[in-house]
């Protein structure tokens, strides 16, 4: 394998890209959605049309069909196709970095690993920016992946051995979870608390698990992170299932529910409706799942990654929001998935990160074996 010339692995490499692409448009649709990424087939959402091999061929197909399935003619959006030349280009890019055509044993492995990490990024990336989560699969997933291979191959994080390449990549989600955990408390303190402002008499509803509000669909997990998370509120009319209110002042907590000054068992509430103009909710300046996602970071990249991937991820978030915001696509007070900038800030590091002199303190020194 070793005396194939070097861009025939590139090619390989673009080619496996883009099936694994094509396997990630199946996590990015069903995976935020609960559902089962092998079972049923893959299908058309529309018409339910199980999808035949000869018409799942990454890029050619969708081209082929000009973005439309064969069966009922709905639109195939853009992202399929983007997907997999993004994932292919992003493999053959590795490959072009890491890879070597003399030592392609090791190299290949190595290369691997970084396209697995690709992957992840990727997968989070397009579900971040859809939905505003990254989940658990991909997240601590990613952790406990990036860990098992830094412990089967040492080369990884260019250690000596197997105990120390599993201490770097511990070390590197540790450090990864941490400081954005620190954020995120911080952030929580600083900017712990949202107003919402609704059209005049809008109805609102709390159910058992989540906050609905007529443009959106607030989990409670999303609010109710600390115990002081209160909602409040003023309703000009309050619906519980046994009583009504009117004109009264409501706050909810994890564990406390006060109607005026009545206190009630939030838990035996199942739903309630209220009549408001305006409401004020926690708000997390980050959330959980960027916690978990910078550890799956650290564990593949080790802690320097993390603390570059924070830093760089920050002044890129910053550009894009203020940008969008001064375009007119985005309000101040609107929701920005931060796990996209997260993802680009690691990549950035992955292929240049150690030629930054600014970042001259990040770089391998005696605590680590050179990379």
């Known amino acids: 394998m070793a005396n194939l010339p070097f861009h025939f692995w590139t090619t390989v490499y ?65 992202r399929y196709f983007l997907v997999e030349l993004l994932t292919g ?79 770097w990549s511990v070390i590197g989600a540790g450090t990864g979870a941490l400081i954005v955990y620190a954020v995120l408390l911080l952030g929580k303190l600083a900017f712990g608390r949202q107003k919402i402002e609704l059209p005049p008499n809008s109805r609102i509803y709390f159910t058992e698990d989540s906050l609905v509000l007529p443009s959106e669909t607030i989990p409670y997990g999303e609010l109710f992170y600390r115990g002081s998370d209160t909602i409040h509120l003023h309703a000009a009319k309050l619906e519980l299932i046994d009583r009504c209110y009117s004109d009264v002042p409501v706050r909810l907590s994890q564990h406390t529910l006060f109607v005026g000054k009545e206190k009630l068992d939030p838990t035996a509430v199942v739903q309630m409706e209220a009549v408001t103009d305006e409401l004020v909710i926690p708000r997390e300046a980050m959330g959980l799942g960027d916690v978990k996602f910078m550890a799956a970071i650290g564990a593949f990249l080790g802690w320097q990654a993390a603390v570059f991937s924070l830093l760089v991820s920050a002044v890129i978030g910053a550009v894009a929001g203020v940008t969008l915001i001064s375009i007119g696509k985005r309000d101040w007070s609107a929701k920005l998935p931060y796990g996209p900038y997260i993802a680009l800030a690691a990549v950035i590091w992955l292929f240049s990160g150690h030629a930054w002199e600014i970042f001259w303190w990040l770089q391998p020194n005696s605590l680590q074996p050179t990379r």
């Open 14 to 78: 673009f080619i496996t890209g883009a099936m694994v692409g094509s396997f990630l448009n199946v996590c990015i649709h069903r995976l935020p959605r609960g559902m089962s990424v092998i079972n049923p087939p893959s299908h058309c959402p529309h018409c339910r049309f199980t999808i035949p091999w000869y018409l799942n061929i990454p890029l050619a197909t969708w081209l082929w069909l000009r973005g439309r399935c064969v069966e009922c003619a709905a639109p195939i959006p853009v």
């Open 89 to 167: 280009l992003a493999f053959a890019a590795v490959w072009n970095k890491f890879g070597n055509a003399v030592a392609w044993q090791q190299t290949s492995l190595v290369a691997a690993a970084y396209c697995l990490l690709l992957a992840i990024l990727i997968a989070a990336t397009f579900i971040d920016f859809e939905h505003f989560i990254i989940p658990d699969e991909i997240t601590l997933g990613g952790t406990v992946v990036g860990v098992l291979i830094s412990l089967g191959l040492p080369a990884l994080h260019n250690a000596p051995t197997l105990g120390a390449a599993l201490k």
